[in-house]
């Protein structure tokens, strides 16, 4: 098995990897993904390594895509990189393929930390192996059409879509209550969706009173407005600014996207990705998710939300929201420096992590 690295400079100048059986490289070089990469505004050196592949015999049998962030510790910037799309063909994942492609940043060290996010349950135990810090808070799931849902399920399409009718006929009272909870918020307030991330907003991520987190300033957020990984008209992001007697006082930003499920049912899953507020005393998370409820479009089947705030988590049940898991984010300190980084209640963790937004 033999690790292959292809920079950032090398595919800006026209790259065509050969050996390509198994479609990681083009999955990798497709447009959306390629334009994401390129215009990433934390990357900096183009001579670094994008594209990770595993090769057997010269074909190409696992990928893994370099994603380069940045991490404010204190009052410090550092540079990271994280794993995106990491995959290996199945009849090579018992292979080293899958932990040579994570375990190169760490053992290459041209970054100072690495930050992966959205990963399964098996990179979980690959990047504890690693030595690296899972850092994680609870997922809730809202299911607004629960026909998609129990298709999924061994029943017949026929009993999953009389089941699933029923249940939301039972629910739409309680979800249209949830709805005008948050309308009436936004009425509170002045909520505008933008096409453009304001400045203002860096005053309110970057100050937020954590120790750790990943910048996501107002040209990170801008740069995830713009793109996403896969291309299809169901696809958005959006992103809302709140004000109230002129002053600005919180955002939001959320995602919609396209989804094959078991069985091929197809589905628009929602997720609130970001949130922030210039003063909890003034708006507090629990607004914010409120809001953000509120303004997911009404073909959206199934929303995702996390918080690690006991109170928050309390009052989400209330909306129809089950406990579904777990928003998990690897963080690996490269140089040692970072000794109480596996304290969770130092950082700043919202599900928009690492490429999380884009996917």
Not at 107 to 136: D, M, N, P, W
Request: glycine share 6%; with cysteine; net charge positive.
């Amino acid at each position: 098995m033999e690790l292959e690295t292809i920079s950032y400079q090398k595919v800006i100048d026209g790259y065509e990897p050969q050996g390509d059986k198994y479609g990681f490289a083009a999955y990798s070089l497709a447009n959306p993904r390629k334009t994401a990469f390129l215009s990433n505004p934390s990357l900096t050196d183009k001579s670094k390594a994008m594209l990770l592949f595993a090769r057997e015999k010269g074909e190409i049998v696992g990928s893994c895509m370099n994603l380069p962030s940045r991490l404010k510790v204190g009052d410090d910037i550092i540079e990271t990189v994280g794993g995106s799309a990491l995959e290996v063909a199945e009849n090579f994942r018992s292979s080293d393929a899958g932990i040579l492609l994570m375990a190169y940043n760490m053992q290459k060290k041209e970054y100072k930390a690495t930050v992966a996010s959205g990963f399964s349950r098996v990179a979980v135990k690959c990047h504890k192996a690693l030595g690296s810090y899972i850092l994680t808070m609870p997922r809730f799931m809202q299911v607004r059409n629960y026909s998609k849902i129990l298709a999924t399920t061994k029943m017949p399409f026929w009993v999953a879509t009389l089941c699933g009718s029923v249940i939301n006929c039972l629910q739409s009272p309680f979800l249209y209550f949830a709805k005008l909870q948050g309308e009436r918020k936004k009425r509170k307030y002045v909520v505008r969706q933008v096409e453009r991330v304001p400045e203002w907003v860096n005053d309110i991520v970057l100050n937020d009173g954590h120790k750790y987190m990943e910048v996501h300033d107002n040209h990170w957020l801008q740069w995830n407005l713009d793109n996403m990984f896969h291309s299809h008209e169901d696809n958005v992001n959006r992103f809302y600014t709140i004000s109230e007697n002129d002053n600005n006082i919180g955002f939001y930003m959320i995602k919609e996207r396209h989804v094959l499920l078991k069985s091929k049912v197809d589905a628009i899953i929602g997720s609130i990705v970001e949130w922030g507020v210039s003063s909890k005393f003034q708006i507090n998370e629990f607004d914010i998710q409120q809001m953000a409820m509120a303004s997911f479009s009404p073909r959206v089947d199934v929303i995702y939300t996390a918080s690690d705030d006991d109170n928050v988590i309390g009052k989400l049940k209330k909306p129809l929201f089950y406990r579904r898991g777990d928003v998990e984010v690897a963080f690996k300190d490269l140089c040692k420096k970072y000794r109480d980084a596996n304290n969770k209640s130092l950082w700043r963790l919202r599900q928009g992590y690492a490429d999380t937004i884009l996917g």
